[in-house]
């Protein structure tokens, strides 16, 4: 038997290739992987001296050579194979032990340029996986150093490896190269910004496997984009608390993608990924105070997001009540003593929360295919706010107007968020119309409304909107316009005395 080992991850090699060796089977290797094993005094064969060609072009052209594909890619099975093999002087290969250039590690160093990340594009590595891969009946590939052990166990108990055992290296193989090809290809793609390709290959690494998805009998996961930009919740270390839900993972998206909306000290409150309070205030106490007060019932047992440290003072507060995830870029150690006595409590600290979220790709799965399209990363043009209406907001208006439009932009569509003095005041997430969205909004606030104002995520198709706005004591309603019937909504406004803006913007988030 024969073995090629050739592999930028070292791990584990020097001892898996001396018990090769140990068991008769002889090591053939190149470069680096060459000069570890015979540094550590195990006999190997340099490919050179299987191909009777030597390396070249910096090492770019060494095992793209038939007495290499050759000896993987015969089928044993065929005596026309064999005796081609012994025409030619070509011996067989029956353990591939490839792992391939460190692309990814590469991408991943800051200020790589361009140039260093095709350097790194490993071209025989995927060639020789790839065709020991699919002769797997005849050939043991071998991808991860992890599968290392199992291979020797297999050939020191019963001398050859099982054909499952060789399916399996076979498969895993296959799903390498492809995730390696993908992302070779997502990262040139985003060098010149090309968003929506004609094929649409995706890659993502396995962060953990969790116990079940939305419920329990549903099989779940948890992955990680590659490139992940900086503020990405997998990003976040978890100091604290049981292992995170898929629920769990699925609401706290919900509240970060809210947070970044803001710059001052904010608090957003999730349950079932949908905001039930935003607060912002003069610190992160005063903003908590105002996410809790917002709507002290949705908010047990759900998920809070702050975009500064969380200090002793604030953790009292927040501890007085159960909790799921609390997320913040830091925790004092007071507060952390104060928090880790709740044992169930999930803590995490995502230092870089306020990293305002690149473009990327909104991926939704449907039946068969997939929905793609830009994040929506835009709030509004402050210079195309257009009032339409013989009232004007005022200054306290129009700041209140943004604060209720980045939390309407988060909550599901049809969406109301009713909002004042730097909180939401009640908000109206996932109806089937409009008007309940306003009602519900009106309905579940804590908070007289007299003098607050109203987003909307769209536009309104009548005007019952803007008189139960009115009725509740709406002083000012920011929407984006585009109804046909948008002049029975100014009209009315205009009776009811109420300020109306239109954003040119919809949000809608199904």
Known sequence: MRALI??????????FAKALSDMGIE?????????????????????????????????????????????????????EHMNQLAELGIQTIDIVAINLYPF???????????????????????????????????VAVICDPSDYDKVLTELSQQGSISIDTKYRLALKVFQHTAAYDAMISDYLRKQIGAELPDNLTLTYEKIQDLRYGENPHQKAAYYREIQAPAGSLVGAVQLH??????????????????????EEPTVVAVKHANPCGVGTGFDILAAYKKA??????????????????????????????????ILAPDFTEEALSVLTEKKNLRLLKLEDIGQKAERQ???????????????????????????????IPTERELEDMKLAMKVVKHIKSNGIVIAKDGRTLGIGPGQVNRIWAVENAV???????????????????????????????????IQPGGSVRDEESIKKANELGIAMVFSGVRHFKH
Request: aromatic share 4%; net charge negative.
């Open 241 to 262: 608390g049981k292992e995170l839900s898929f629920n769990n993972i699925n609401d706290t998206q919900g509240a970060l993608a809210t947070l970044k909306e803001f």
């Open 361 to 391: 790709l909104d991926v939704k799965k449907v039946s068969g295919g997939l929905l793609v399209q830009n994040t929506d990363d835009v709030l509004f043009q402050e210079e195309e706010l257009r009032v339409v209406t013989d009232r």
């Open 292 to 325: 809790y007060e917002c709507d002290p019932t949705s908010i047990f047992g759900g998920i809070v997001a702050a975009n500064r440290t969380i200090d002793e003072g604030t953790a009292r507060e927040m501890s007085k009540i159960f909790l799921e995830i």
């Open 443 to 477: 309905k579940q606030s804590n908070f007289p409304l007299q003098d607050s104002v109203l987003a909307s995520d769209a536009f309104f198709p009548f005007d019952d909107c803007v008189s139960a706005a009115g009725a509740a004591g709406v002083t000012a309603i």
């Open 27 to 79: 090591i053939i290797s190149t470069g680096g992987t060459h000069q570890r094993l015979a540094d550590n005094g195990i006999a190997v064969k340099g490919v050179s001296q299987v191909t009777g060609f030597p390396e070249c072009l910096d090492g770019r052209v060494k095992t793209l050579h038939p007495a290499v594909h050759g000896g993987i890619l015969a089928r044993r099975e065929k005596p």
């Open 6 to 15: 050739s592999v930028s991850d070292k791990t584990g090699v020097v001892d």
């Open 104 to 138: 990814k590690e590469t991408i991943l160093k800051p200020d790589v340029t361009l140039e260093e990340a095709i350097e790194n594009i490993d071209i025989g590595g995927p060639t020789m996986l790839r065709s020991a891969a699919k002769n797997h009946r005849d």
